[in-house]
RNA sequence: CUCUCCGUAGCUCAGCUGGUAGAGCAGUUGACUCUUAAUCAACGGGCCGAGAGUUCGAAUCUCUCCGGGGAGACCA
């Protein structure tokens, strides 16, 4: 769709389809142009105050601004004759401009103002203003404008939203135009800078406290021969020089495990991850995970761990650790409940699962209204019985602990019981937020949990995972004792920012592609072609030659002027239709 | 993948049981030197998502397709 735009038939056809404001702008840009201003400019732009700074540090009667240079988009003129005001708008919000002629224009050539301001510039031009700070009558503290420079032209007239006593007009909300064209909602949505802002603060905040404690960040491949480390259908690639076939990350476990056998002792990672499968709310094939694995520690101490990261990032966002989320609120002062898995089936389902056979656990399933069928194993079960009836109770951060063995084959057996590994979920608004082992580093047993999975795959189950047998041989060397985390941010900043759909976090969520500009129908192509033979011809002549019907012909003939293609002529001899170009 | 709602001017939306499109903002022209959803006057602006069908006639009814939202299924 974008080399669509370099062959000339399209690049007429976006020409023409240019909206009458469109047409202003880029006629303004000409005159600005033919008045000897680059719309453009190269220069530096010399800023040196911020709108909310000035807001924040004004006080009535005393000038300590002295004269201040601001840069930004114009997001509103309302021009009174010789005098004006304007709205800024910068990186840090939003301030008035009182734009006097006789101030910007000292001299007696009024053009700057009668002409560039008041006729040449639009709403969303970048401008810079050099002047005062100053009150208004009306109590609004805004710039006295002494100089008025177009940094950017903008040619596509930007949405405008207006807003009275906290009441906002017509908004811009459309969900497809707000993702699809996420700078225009960027501009006017003001509350969506800050669920980005937060985003990036809770990054930051995560960061520091790592690197406090002396962990590494570092960054793992990619595109991987092997995608491992949780399971999952992976996006494939190839790559042409080697000739392998290379898959983007599924996960990055197994890498920083391999670097926790190199020597370091805890190493971190903020990865783009990437799963082929379904998108709604809460999914999008991209994401981030943020991965952290500490040597000579267990889930018990990673929990603790885990908990502090919350609650820390929290209080960093919120200075409180109550943070809404829907109509809960949700509290992440530490510690959080930590329940095992058996204990919470027991709680929400009444069944004692523990010990019990595979064949009795079809059955409790069976009773509670779950569907199995014949290929889960004890793991599935037990997983699906928890899924269905547990995990939307877990409003409050809760840890569930200690899942079957053979739902984790990374995962470290439980020291007390061979059936159960050493792992929790974090569980915030009844849903994953978190995922944590004892890592498993016996090498001969992870072996075996892979050839685990191996049968599994025979047996049909597409997400099991691939043995990456140089894993294998790093483990051998010997992994002290581990404990890894992964927690998804995307999801994090969603409960902290309140955030109901993912689409909300990202930038760019992954959309379907947009549709291509409408082609010629078969009917326009049939009557060009007649066209080229004869031009001009007369009307009715070429309505006789297309055979098509009044309708098609009417549509037909609209469509071919439209797109510039053809044009209907008048003359004293009649109607005419020729082709142009 | 299933169900459901939506797609009309640059933006937000109205347009009912079919009769050939309306408002506010934005735009253009003019007036106005402290306005703030500025105001006042005039004007211009529409492949009514695309295609097909029913009809004398479709933005409106039917079907198909495209795009989006929501709910679910699948999936961690």
Redesign the pocket.
Known sequence: MHQIFFNSKDLSMTTISL???EI?RRN?LQKLRELGIDPYPAAEYPVNAYSEDIKAGFSDGQDHFGEVCLAGRLM????????S?AELQDAKGRI?L?I???EICPGEDKTLYNEVFK?LL??GDTIGVKGTV?K?????I?I?VKELTLLSKSLH????????DGVT?????????R?RQRYVDLIVNPQVKDVFVKRTKIVNTMREMFNERGYFEVETPILQPIPGG????PFITHHNALDIPLYLRIANELYLKRLIVGGFDGVYEFAKDF?N??M??T?NPEFTVMEIYVAYKDYQWMMKFTEEICERVALALHGTTKVQLGDQIIDYKTPYPRVTMYEAIKTHTGYDIAGKSEQELREICDKLGI?TDPTMGKGKLI?EI??EKC?HHYIQPTFIIDYPVEMSPLTKKHRDNPELTERF?LMVNGK?LA?AYSELNDPIDQRERFEEQLRLSEKGDD?AMFIDQDFLRALEYGMPPTSGMGMGIDRLTMFMTNS??I?DVLFFPQ?????KP?EL?EDGKMVLEILKSKSPVELNELKEKSGLSN??WD?TIK?LT?NNVARVVKSEEGLFVESVG
């Open positions: 909206s009458e404001q202003i303004s509103s003129q309302r021009i009174m004759g010789k005098a005001f008035q009182y006097n002629r006789d006729k639009d709403i100053f208004t009558h009306m109590g609004e805004s006295q007239p930007l949405p405008i939203v207006k807003e009275k007009y017509d908004a811009f909300t459309d969900p497809e135009q993702y949780a399971a999952a259908r799963r499968e379904g709604d709310r999914h569907e997983d928890f899924g995990e979920e994953e995922n997400e109901p759909s689409q959309m379907k592609p947009e549709q409408v129908s309708k098609k549509k469509d439209k």
